[in-house]
């Protein structure tokens, strides 16, 4: 069995830039699966990284303008 690194809530907040609202958030919709051990929240230090992965805006190639090709309609 291999270890595998494991953040608290304020390193995973820290990892994602983003609130802890807004992580409580994530993982009452399942985009983010924690790991529970006793009362502990931890989580997975790949699974962060495939959820950021997963978010990534794709280009649209029907856009226009200046941020033509960054994922969003200009």
């Given at each position: 069995m291999t270890s595998?690194?494991?953040?608290?809530?304020?390193?995973?907040?820290?990892?994602?830039?983003?609130s802890r609202a807004t992580l409580y958030r994530l993982m009452s919709e399942g985009r983010i699966r924690p790991v529970k051990i006793g009362a502990s929240v931890r989580f997975k230090a790949d699974?962060?990284?495939?959820?950021?992965?997963?978010?990534q805006a794709t280009p649209d190639p029907d856009a226009t303008g200046p941020r033509a090709g960054l994922g969003w309609a200009a």
């Open positions: 595998l690194p494991l953040l608290t809530v304020r390193d995973a907040c820290r990892h994602l830039a983003i699974d962060l990284t495939r959820f950021i992965e997963a978010s």
